[in-house]
């Protein structure tokens, strides 16, 4: 139970300080024509396959020794 509260709060705490900033400057700020480019990219990286991105991090983490850690959790 401890873990998981670490891990949640970990996850929360770090996507707020990296979110709430980018959503800021993506908001805020214009870039001209390059925001068609900027919104494929967002949008195409919703598209992948979980499966493709999750087994070669699992492969890394394994070859690395840093599975049941904190930082990979």
Not at 10 to 37: E, H, N, T
């Amino acid at each position: 139970m401890l873990n998981t509260f670490v891990n949640s709060m970990g996850a929360a705490a770090i996507s707020l300080l990296l979110g709430v900033p980018a959503a800021y400057a993506i908001a805020r700020f214009r870039l001209g024509g390059r925001s068609k480019d900027i919104a494929f990219w967002m949008l195409s990286t919703r598209m992948f396959i979980p499966v493709t991105i999750i087994i070669p991090l699992y492969v890394m983490m394994n070859f690395l020794g840093l599975i049941d850690r904190y930082p990979v959790l």
